[in-house]
Nanobody, 115 residues
Framework: QVQLVESGGGLVQAGGSLRLSCATSVSIRSIDPMGWYRQAPGKQRELVARITSGGSTNYADSVKGRFTIARDNAENTVYLQMNSLKPEYTAVYYC?????????WGKGTLVTVSS
């Protein structure tokens, strides 16, 4: 069983920044991939960013150039740095870890961007 604890969400004005963290209960050194997803009210959950064990990343088109995903294997944590936030980014952000073929989701952290 993998425990994921997300933090860093909150209320921010448009143009502001937040950094989300996802701390895991297992070593992430070989976990591939890890990712952040989000779900806005009335919408489906969507991929925001993903990072492999080798450090390769990919992003949703809507956040390219604004968000950066990173992993700290020593701290067993994955981060999402979010800059130049827009109101349409308001959502619950979830961390996903695929561990031995099983998807583990965190409980989510709410990000609210005011205009």
């Amino acid at each position: 069983q993998v425990q994921l604890v997300e933090s860093g969400g909150g209320l921010v004005q448009a143009g502001g920044s937040l950094r989300l963290s996802c701390a895991t209960s297992v070593s992430i050194r070989s976990i591939d991939p890890m990712g952040w997803y989000r779900q806005a009210p009335g919408k489906q959950r969507e991929l925001v960013a993903r990072i492999t064990s080798g450090g390769s990343t990919n992003y949703a088109d809507s956040v390219k150039g604004r968000f950066t995903i990173a992993r700290d294997n020593a701290e067993n944590t994955v981060y999402l740095q979010m800059n130049s936030l827009k109101p349409e980014y308001t959502a619950v952000y979830y961390c996903l870890v695929v561990y031995y073929g099983i998807n583990y989701w965190g409980k989510g952290t709410l990000v609210t961007v005011s205009s």
